[in-house]
C-alpha cells in the first residue's frame, strides 16, 4: 500500500489544480490529496482531503481509481500514490482562485496542464494525466529521478479497482 492519494476535479474542460506553499512540487500547481491515515482507505483519504482542501463534500462512490505513481529517489516521505478523477456536476460552485491552508486552488484547461513545455506544474503531471483522463486501463506510472530532476516515466498495466 502506498502513502498518499491524489486527486483530479475535472468541471467541463478544466481541472481544479492547487499551486502548493510546501514541499514537494512546492510552487508548482498539482492535484489535490495527501497521506493516508492510518486505518484508512484511499478512497477515504482522497474523498477526506478534498474536503479539508476545498470545503466539497463529494460523493465517496463517484471517485474513480485510475492508478498509481511510483517514483525512486525523489524525496517525498514514501514512493507511491493512487490517483483519482471526480466529475463535478454543474452545480457544484467552487470561487476561485482561493487562497487556503495548503497553498492557492484554481482551475486550469487540461491542455495547459498537460503540456510538456509548462514550467509551472508537477514535472511527472504531463507523462500521465492524458492517460489517466481517457484510457479506460489503469497504469502504473513509474517515475525516475536524477539530481531531484525527472529523467524518465514509465507506462505499466495495473488492476483497475482501488478502494
Not at 491515515?37 to 474523498?47: A, F, K, L, V, Y
Amino acid at each position: 500500500m502506498y502513502k498518499y492519494t491524489l486527486g483530479f476535479l475535472i468541471k467541463d474542460n478544466q481541472i481544479l489544480m492547487l499551486n502548493r506553499n510546501k514541499s514537494p512540487w512546492m510552487g508548482a500547481w498539482n492535484g489535490l490529496g495527501g497521506k493516508i491515515d492510518q486505518n484508512e482507505t484511499p478512497r477515504t483519504c482522497i474523498h477526506r482531503e478534498i474536503l479539508e482542501e476545498t470545503g466539497l463534500n463529494l460523493d465517496i462512490e463517484k471517485f474513480i481509481f485510475k492508478g498509481n505513481v511510483t517514483w525512486d529517489e525523489f524525496d517525498a516521505m514514501g514512493n507511491g500514490l493512487y490517483i483519482y478523477i471526480y466529475h463535478l456536476d454543474s452545480k457544484t460552485d467552487i470561487k476561485t482562485p482561493l487562497k487556503v491552508e495548503e497553498g492557492i486552488l484554481d482551475f486550469k484547461d487540461i491542455s495547459w496542464i498537460s503540456s510538456f513545455d509548462n514550467e509551472g506544474v508537477a514535472k511527472n503531471i504531463p507523462y500521465f494525466l492524458p492517460s489517466v483522463l481517457t484510457d479506460n486501463t489503469n497504469y502504473n506510472y513509474y517515475c525516475k529521478f536524477k539530481d531531484k530532476k525527472l529523467i524518465e516515466v514509465i507506462k505499466k498495466q495495473v488492476e483497475s479497482c482501488q478502494n
